[in-house]
């Protein structure tokens, strides 16, 4: 009776214990996360404020007075409706490229055999490594020659393809067991109807994944337009902010008015699939 009763004083002991360090580890995250977004809450209270009261000393937090007329007047500036258009183009058009491309690729990689097969994946995702700046000017003698320079599908064609989508994608579709695919080869149903009858509703998670990531990397691309892109018409929102700060670069206010609203697509697609998106990397890496 002894050792049950300090057994179960051992076991109450211990979760406590568990429970303490869980609650401690829960309130580190949140004031890291607080921390994280500290400059977002500033950027967003800023945008309400007057050029005067955005660099006040101490911080004001919660505007005096608030100038929604902030969000109206950015758009009267530059042509920001044209930026909108031109990168909402092309995110949305690289990642279904991309989804296709890399869902095809990851697909012949894990589940088809055929010679050098495991040797061609790693030739590709080695290129992964390959620093995008040894290539760049290469890249844009070759669109200049197709004559795609100061066109937005320029980037289309060279962003067509990411070796680390099929990377992705091909950790996530070997964790289906190939008996799965190999009963409906026998049944009768071809590669095709595999890859979107049974891989493709199996793969969800990392679709989503892959989703985000490309959406978000081209949305937030500035390097890649500012080498293609040349004239307003066809400029996106990374190179419109830049010109906003470039003419008005004493507008402080107006100019967090002009990145909150920037990067107000890039958190809606991420609040709408984080479900699937936190599922398919934490899954990626399984093997079964």
């Known amino acids: 009776m002894e050792a049950t009763a300090i057994k179960t004083k051992e076991k109450k002991k211990t979760k406590e214990r568990l429970s303490l360090g869980r609650f401690l580890l829960i309130g580190l995250l949140i004031v890291l996360a607080l921390i994280t977004l500290v400059p977002f809450i500033w950027m967003l209270s800023a945008s309400f404020k007057t050029n005067n009261e955005v660099f006040t000393i101490p911080i004001q937090w919660v505007p005096k007075e608030w100038h929604p007329e902030n969000y109206s007047v950015i758009w009267e500036r530059i042509p920001l409706v044209t930026f909108f258009k031109n990168t909402a183009f092309l995110s ?12 095809f690729a990851a697909y012949g990689f894990s589940k088809m055999n055929f010679r050098g097969r495991d040797t061609l994946f790693l030739a590709y995702i080695a290129t992964i490594a390959v620093p995008w700046q040894s290539y760049m000017i290469p890249q844009f003698i070759m669109m200049r020659q197709f004559g795609l320079t100061d066109t937005l599908w320029s980037l289309v064609l060279l962003q067509a393809f990411s070796a680390f ?11 289906i067991p190939d008996e799965l695919c190999e009963s409906a080869r026998i049944d009768g149903l071809t590669e095709w109807g595999i890859y979107r009858k ?4 199996l793969t969800k998670p990392a679709l989503a994944s892959l989703t985000i990531i490309t959406f978000v990397n081209t949305w937030n691309d500035y390097m ?7 004239s307003t018409e066809n400029k996106t929102i990374q190179l419109g902010l830049k010109m906003f700060v470039g003419l008005f670069d004493a507008e402080y206010a107006l100019i967090m008015a002009a990145s909150v609203v920037s990067i107000l ?23 079964g």
């Not at 989508?165 to 964790?175: P, W």
């Not at 049974?198 to 509703?201: G, S, T």
């Open 224 to 230: 890649g337009p500012f080498i293609y892109l040349s």
């Open 265 to 287: 697509p890039v958190a809606l697609v991420f609040l709408t699939m984080q479900k699937y998106f936190v599922e398919g990397i934490a899954t990626s890496g399984m093997k």
């Open 165 to 175: 989508g099929v990377f992705l994608l091909k950790q996530y579709y070997s964790s």
């Open 92 to 103: 949305i058009i690289i990642t279904l490229i991309q989804l296709l491309t890399s869902s």
């Open 198 to 201: 049974i891989i493709l509703p």
